[in-house]
């Protein structure tokens, strides 16, 4: 009895705890990592749409305020793989816009990162 109930606990416990999801955004040249917590920027390719407005590994996404998505109101963190996904790719006609904090040498700085749907070259 004691241990289907320890076993029981244990799975649950494993099932709450979301594991680490990656994001990539081919159209625009950047990977993201959401671990439940915070969305950090991973990798960004040279000479990307995300290179040229200055996004950068290392950067967390805090929100993304365009193009606005019903399924991605709460906090970004939070939402699945492909819903991070849907919510991080502007149409033709929408930007993206994103709150990023950025770390650096003796501080951090918060900034706004934007990108237009129709700037893929």
Not at 23 to 48: A, I, P, Q, Y
Request: without cysteine.
């Amino acid at each position: 009895m004691f241990l289907a109930f320890m076993t029981s606990a244990l799975t649950s416990a494993w099932l709450l705890t979301a594991a680490p999801v990656f994001v990539t955004v081919e159209l625009l040249g950047f990977t993201v990592r959401s671990d439940g917590e915070k969305v950090t920027v991973t990798r960004v390719k040279r000479g990307s749409v995300a290179a040229r407005v200055g996004l950068e590994p290392g950067m967390r996404i805090e929100r993304i305020d365009a193009p606005r998505r019903r399924f991605a109101r709460g906090p970004i963190a939070k939402l699945s793989q492909v819903d991070l996904h849907d919510a991080l790719i502007p149409t033709w006609d929408e930007r993206l816009l994103l709150q990023v904090w950025a770390d650096t040498a003796d501080h951090g700085a918060a900034r706004t990162v934007e990108i237009m749907g129709v700037d893929t070259g």
